[in-house]
């Protein structure tokens, strides 16, 4: 799973069915210590809203696949993937019809309609996560503070930082998850702990993450060291917001990311880039989502001009 | 050689027949447009000015200003368009202004193609109302999030903070000017 | 006669099986009104347009008609956009700049040269009716969805109650490209189904 198949072609190529079963398992396990801190964190809502995606993401790919006369192959279970990790970077205050409806976009019109498993462009569940956010930019930009659960208005760390350059940062907090922000983004070290099983298990390739957090780390670097006031340094850039879910668990996907070592890196640098440019400069005080919907769509070009030359050709 | 000529007598005849009807066209509709956009100036500053019962034009280089006045003729303000760049294309306003040049009595926007349910949200009466009575000096400002501190601050819409601060940016420079204007 | 009319509505609708004036199709229709009067907008031009090309074909030369359709189109929508702008000022001023842009959608152009300019008066005036009915029922459903969503009304009556969420994606030109896409996945399907 590490590395892919010995051939090389381009469009996205799904492992051996056999193999989904497995990766699913592991990426579900892997979620688990997050969807606990959420659960921990964001209370009876972020289990609501994870049990509602769930069913959602599940119940939208098996009345599709009717609709569409396809095997209903919901047994797989990448459906539920895509519900938790959904789940995981919405706000805790979504009302639940909303994440029913994203979950529903998700499966429905960002997997199905593509062509099912291993046709998809997009990243699902970002893109479920993109149609929320165009249609209801209010109610997925409205924060409440962990535990309390109380609104908070606009206040997540990077929006603190971004908006009123307050740069008191507690990074312990920012590490355990202990702030304001989407339901199973905040902790970093539940995600990390997560991302370790992974690589053990060899499911997800090392390119990507390290690529893709590399050039954050980079970037906010040099950022740093040239305005210290504005902006805040790569410990905060890589520990809030969605860097650590995007990188490990979305960028990975192996329907919707390069096949090719080559692809991979560029893959992993160009969405590094681009969450930087709209962390520091864009509109909106994140980027992860838009970074790798990006690159999701540039995944077919970078398949292609990465592919080793054919021996003789 | 006759084609040509077939050719050039087509057009000639086609151009010469479309003009007409243009012709035509306009001087009908032409009255109709103008009355058009007095009627639509004429809502804007009575909206500003509940009170307003009449007003005189008066034309400042290239801009009209309207003093507007109640039933006993006692001033009540000026009002006059502003326009400037939004986010998507222009935006068009009437701002009215009371009578010491320091207190806004409303704006109303004309004219916008902001972003629908963001920046078009500038249209609404939630966002115009905050207008209302806000203290032109030193110059307007906005804030994100939050309400309001001082008497010269809006906040500005969720998610469009750049139509926001179109607006905010076009008023400032417009009653800097008009200011002037007036003082002269 | 009677399929001149007929095949503008369905088998040749202009939007859904065409795919043609996606410019208007995809900036106006963000509520239904706005829809049905650039439509009917779009139905005049190609009516009048489609009707004096067909009377004067004989008289021009080959060689300029292009020129020739271009002009007369020109006007037409000189005339509408003036029409509009005196006894319908708000819808004139929420269309914009798409009223006066009719004179570049290519289906009036393309009804020009492929029908009327080959047929007489009568079938030239059936298929621009159907023509421009198709269009502007199109732009009425897609309209109406857009605005459904988008604002809970539809032809501004308040249809979804004050408690429903607008979707503003369905304001936004996204919203536009993807009804339109499920319009047109409809349109195949029910296809699919009477042919057999």
Redesign the interface.
């Known amino acids: 799973m590490n590395d892919p198949k010995p051939y090389l072609s381009p469009g996205p190529h799904i492992f051996g069915n056999q193999e989904t079963p497995r990766m699913v398992r592991d990426v579900i396990i892997a979620l688990m210590p997050a969807v606990a801190v959420s659960i921990y964190f964001f209370r009876i809502r972020a289990f609501l809203l994870i049990v509602i995606s769930m069913a959602a993401c599940v119940g939208a790919e098996a009345a599709i696949q009717f609709l569409m006369k396809r095997k209903i192959r919901i047994t797989d279970g990448s459906a539920v993937v895509t519900g938790i990790l959904f789940a995981m970077i919405i706000p805790p205050a979504l009302p639940l019809w909303m994440a029913a409806l994203g979950s529903f976009v998700a499966i429905g019109i960002a997997k199905e309609l593509f062509g099912g498993l291993g046709s998809n462009i997009f990243n699902p569940a970002l893109l479920g996560r993109a149609f929320l956010m165009a249609a209801f930019p209010t109610f997925m930009t409205a924060w409440n503070a962990p535990i309390t659960l109380d609104a908070v208005t606009g206040a997540t760390p990077l929006g603190l930082v971004k908006f009123s350059h307050n740069l008191d940062i507690s990074y312990l907090n920012l590490f355990l998850g202990n702030v304001s922000g989407c339901i199973g983004e905040t902790s970093a070290a539940a995600l990390l702990l997560g991302a370790g099983y992974l690589f053990l298990r060899k499911t997800i390739d090392w390119r990507i993450p390290l690529s893709y957090l590399g050039t954050v780390a980079i970037i906010s670097f040099i950022t740093e060291k040239a305005s210290p006031g504005t902006y805040a340094g790569p410990a905060f850039h890589l520990l809030a917001g969605g860097v650590i879910i995007g990188a490990f668990f979305m960028a990975t996907d192996p329907v919707t990311s390069p096949v090719t070592k080559a692809g991979r890196w560029i893959f992993g640098i160009g969405c590094g880039l681009i969450t930087m440019v709209i962390r520091l400069w864009g509109g909106l005080p994140e980027g992860v989502m838009y970074s790798i919907l990006l690159m999701n769509g540039l995944t077919p070009i970078l398949n292609r001009i990465t592919r080793p030359k054919r021996y003789g050709t | 050689m006759k084609n040509t000529i077939k050719m050039i007598i087509v057009l000639t005849v086609l151009g010469l027949l479309s003009g007409a009807a243009l012709v035509f066209i306009y001087r009908y509709a032409s009255p109709l447009i103008a009355q058009n956009q007095k009627d639509e100036t004429e809502k804007a500053i009575y909206k500003i000015f509940p009170e307003g019962k009449n007003y005189d034009t008066r034309i400042i280089g290239e801009d009209s200003v309207y003093k507007v006045k109640d039933k006993n003729g006692k001033l009540l303000g000026y009002a006059f368009p502003a326009s400037g760049n939004g986010y998507q294309g222009q935006i068009d306003m009437l701002v009215g202004i009371q009578p010491d040049l320091a207190t806004l009595a409303g704006i109303e926007v004309l004219d916008s193609q902001e972003t629908p349910g963001l920046g078009q949200e500038i249209t609404t009466e939630k966002f115009e109302n905050q207008f209302k009575g806000l203290k032109v000096s030193p110059s307007i400002s906005y804030v994100k999030n939050q309400k309001p501190q001082n008497p010269n601050e809006i906040e500005a819409i969720t998610g469009a903070t750049v139509s926001s601060k179109a607006v905010v940016t076009i008023l400032n420079e417009r009653i800097a000017k008009i200011k002037k204007d007036l003082n002269k | 006669m009677i399929k001149d009319f007929i095949k503008g509505l369905w088998r040749e609708n202009p939007i859904l099986v065409q795919v043609l004036g996606m410019c208007p199709t995809l900036a106006v229709s963000?509520k239904a009104v706005f829809g049905f009067s650039m439509g009917l907008a779009t139905t005049f031009v190609l009516i009048s347009s489609s009707v004096t090309v067909a009377l004067i074909k004989k008289?021009?030369?080959h060689?300029?008609r292009i020129?020739?359709f271009t002009?007369?189109i020109?006007?037409f929508v000189?005339?509408a956009d003036?029409?509009l702008?005196?006894?319908f000022?708000s819808i004139s001023?929420a269309l914009?700049p798409y009223v006066p842009l009719i004179v570049v959608n290519c289906i009036i152009l393309g009804r020009a040269e492929v029908f009327a300019s080959k047929q007489n008066v009568a079938r030239s005036f059936l298929d621009a009716l159907g023509m421009g009915c198709g269009f502007t029922l199109v732009l009425i459903v897609l309209g109406s969805i857009r605005e459904l969503l988008?604002s809970g009304t539809i032809f501004n009556y308040a249809i979804l109650g004050k408690g429903f969420?607008?979707?503003?994606?369905?304001?936004?030109p996204?919203g536009a490209f993807?009804t339109l896409g499920f319009l047109v996945g409809l349109f195949n399907w029910i296809n699919q189904k009477w042919q057999r």
């Open positions: 963000t008289l021009v030369p060689e300029v020129a020739t002009v007369i020109a006007t000189t005339c003036y029409f702008k005196a006894n000022y001023k914009g988008g969420e607008h979707w503003v994606v369905m304001a936004l996204a993807i």
